[in-house]
């Protein structure tokens, strides 16, 4: 049954990624019906599992079920994606703020070693963002009660993929952002380490938006290219 259920949630993964990307590509938009059978049978995968996804897409607000349990595109634009983003990084400050506070050795070591990975790497593109989602988890598992990291995994989900798709800064830019945490963390800086890490997220929603104006899912002005 658990090997059933692990198969069944590797499955929804693949239908949420596979509809992140043709929401982030502008090949499904603002207002268009998600045909549950239609992406069963482009994925070959049974119509439970596509449900699932969209269960999980309309906690991202990405989609809007109404009546019927007709799953449409749901509205978004540079304004709700900054909200959005705002949102995770105070949640993220929360968790910042509490590491700081608490200064435990052993989880400064594991964020300083993996920022001077970070550092020392010369990564790029991918492989950097990882290792800087890497220094994230670490703050969020250590500084999280496990209310919070829920709603860390909650509010992140879609953000968190866009971030991966989007972040062009430069590798010198991203290493700072997180420098910039962890020394506030390192110094007991509650308030600087929330703020550095709400001014990253908010840096991260920035190069979000940017790529989908470069895709033309939003507009010069922000708005959806699919809206009236």
Do not use: C
């Amino acid at each position: 049954m658990a090997e059933v259920a692990l198969r069944r949630t590797r499955t929804s993964a693949a239908v949420v990624e596979y509809l992140q990307k043709a929401i982030f590509a502008g090949t499904l938009r603002y207002g268009d019906r998600v045909d549950v059978e239609r992406i069963g049978a482009t994925l070959g995968v049974s119509p439970t599992p596509v449900r699932e996804a969209l269960v999980l897409l309309e906690r991202d607000g990405l989609i809007a079920t109404r009546v019927h349990r007709v799953a449409f595109v749901q509205h978004f634009d540079a304004r709700t994606l900054r909200a959005d983003f705002h949102v995770l990084g105070l949640l993220g400050g929360v968790t910042a703020a509490r590491v700081a506070k608490d200064r435990d050795p052993e989880v400064l070591a594991r964020l300083q070693g993996l920022l001077r990975a970070l550092a020392e790497s010369g990564a790029t593109g991918t492989r950097l963002l990882d290792l800087a989602a890497e220094i994230v988890l670490v703050q969020h598992r250590a500084g999280a009660t496990p209310r919070l990291l829920a709603e860390l995994r909650g509010a992140g989900g879609f953000l968190a993929w866009a971030v991966h798709q989007s972040d062009r800064r430069a590798p010198e830019e991203i290493i700072e952002a997180q420098r910039r945490v962890i020394d506030a963390i390192a110094a007991g800086d509650s308030q600087g380490a929330a703020q550095a890490r709400l001014l990253d997220t908010r840096a991260a929603a920035e190069e979000v938006i940017r790529e989908l104006v470069r895709r033309g899912v939003l507009r010069e002005d922000g708005t959806n290219a699919a809206a009236g």
